[in-house]
Every structure is written in structure tokens, then in C-alpha cells.
């Protein structure tokens, strides 16, 4: 197993497992990495697009397609649906983002699949939901207080927890089609203010102030209350025979309070 890293070649440790970490940033690479790729047949790529364009495709296609891969992965986003007014979408479903985010990840999507069509590279993509984990989360964020709650009507969003994306990734390993993609998402798609209200009443804490959609001060945010969407999983559930660790973020948040807080 090997990863990439922004800062310098090392070799890293996890849970026991010695592996190399090779440098890989926007401007230049570890050489070696090259010669890695060609030994691989299992690649996964997370590594977001910058300044519009998807790295992994821009410097190694061709070390890619010499390595004759059995299994890529490419890590997209829910943000290339854009906005559905609250209403369900899944694979199937119009992609039409207004994020600058969701734009890219759009473009990312397509460079891989012409590169898997145009080449015959085994090609799969995860479009993922909002992400949370046991250290990032809204339990989180509340007892540092770096959270509100937004003032926008009919608002949903689809959440997913970290290990149920490590289990979905596991499970493709064996079951794998070439071309297909994944909604990667829990079955409970609500809004920030249903989470946060949840939140609020595990850690029995005061509710944060109230702020409206326009003078929210971060522009991602502020584009993420853009698009309202509920994600469909029912795909990726039924292909990877996946019942979901975390199906709501009840049962995600209830772990983090009574395991970990």
C-alpha cells in the first residue's frame, strides 16, 4: 500500500501497518511515485481538482494506463447535482451545479470516465454526501461554539460517516462494475437545523444564535445553503449489498456522545 502526501516522502505508520507515503502536490512529484503506480492494481484517488483541474489525470494518466489497474475509484461530491429544491435525486438524476466546487467535481468526473472509455480502465465514482466522522462533527463544533443555526426554509442535505464510506470501498474491492456510479450517502437526508437541534439536545446545551442565509460570513457555507437536494443511496445499498453502520445521523451522533464525549 502506498499514499500521497503534500509535504515530503516518508514512510507512515497505521495501526501497525508500515506503508510509503510519496510526495504529490499541485506543482511537482516524487518521481518514484511514477514507477509505484505501475506496479498498482488497486488505485483510489481523493485528492480534490485545483484551479479546475483533476491532478491525478493531468500527471500520471499514462503511468495509469500502463499499469493496467484492475480497480480505480475517484472520490466526487453530491455537489454536482446542483440545487432540486428539496427533492430526491439519484444516479439517474440531472447534474446541474452551481457551486464552483460542484463544477469541478463535474469536470473531474467526466475526465475519468473518457479516460476509462477512451482507454478500457476499469472505473468507478463515489459521489459522496456531507461527511462526518468521530472528530468531525456537529457535536464538535457545538461545544466549541463554532456553529449556527441558518434561517433557510425547505433545506435538505444527505450526510454520510466515514466508516460507512471505508466499508462501501472495502466491499467493491470484490464487487466491482466499470463505469458505474455511486451515491454514497445515509438513508435520512434533513436539514442543518434538524442536526443541530439534535446536537443541542444530546449535549443538553443552549441552542446557537439564529443567523439568515445572507450574512453568513464563509462564501463555502454560504454556497452550500445554495442547493437543496435529498441523496438517494438506494443503488449503492442494493449493488454492494451494504446495510450502513450509521443510517441516520442519529445513530452517528448517538455514538459520538456515548463513546467518545
Known amino acids: 500500500m ?20 510519496f510526495f504529490f502536490n499541485n506543482e511537482s512529484y516524487d518521481l518514484n511515485l511514477v514507477k509505484k503506480l505501475k506496479d498498482a ?3 483510489l484517488i481523493s485528492i480534490p481538482p ?7 489525470v493531468k500527471n500520471f494518466s499514462k503511468a495509469i494506463e500502463n499499469c493496467k489497474p484492475k480497480w480505480i475509484t475517484y ?25 464552483l ?5 463535474m469536470a473531474a468526473e467526466n475526465s475519468w470516465l473518457s479516460l476509462g472509455i477512451d482507454k478500457n480502465i476499469p472505473i468507478q465514482i463515489f459521489r459522496l454526501s456531507g461527511i462526518y466522522s468521530n472528530t468531525s462533527n456537529v457535536l464538535v463544533r457545538l461545544k466549541s461554539g463554532n456553529i449556527n443555526l441558518i434561517n433557510k426554509q425547505n433545506q435538505f442535505f444527505s450526510r454520510i ?18 463505469g458505474e456510479i455511486y451515491n454514497i450517502s445515509d438513508d435520512q437526508p434533513s436539514s442543518s437545523e434538524e442536526v443541530i437541534l439534535y446536537g443541542v439536545k444530546l449535549l443538553n446545551i443552549d441552542k446557537p444564535k439564529i443567523v439568515e442565509v445572507k450574512d453568513i460570513g ?17 443503488k449503492m445499498k442494493s449493488f454492494f449489498n451494504y446495510d450502513l453502520k450509521f443510517p441516520t445521523y442519529v445513530e452517528g451522533l448517538s ?3 456515548d463513546n467518545l464525549i
Open 2 to 21: 502506498s499514499t500521497t502526501s503534500t509535504s515530503k516522502t516518508c514512510q507512515k505508520n497505521i495501526n501497525g501497518v508500515i506503508y510509503e507515503s
Open 41 to 43: 492494481d488497486h488505485v
Open 50 to 56: 485545483v484551479n479546475g483541474i483533476d491532478l491525478v
Open 75 to 99: 472520490l466526487s461530491a453530491t455537489s454536482v447535482y446542483g440545487d432540486h429544491n428539496g427533492e430526491w435525486v439519484n444516479e439517474e438524476s440531472i447534474t446541474k451545479p452551481t457551486s
Open 101 to 105: 466546487n460542484g463544477i469541478v467535481r
Open 161 to 178: 460517516q466515514v466508516e460507512d464510506i471505508g466499508c462501501v470501498l472495502f466491499k467493491s474491492l470484490s464487487r466491482f462494475k466499470s
Open 218 to 234: 464563509s462564501e463555502m457555507l454560504k454556497n452550500f445553503y445554495k442547493d437543496s437536494k435529498k441523496v438517494s443511496n438506494k
Open 255 to 257: 455514538y459520538v456522545r
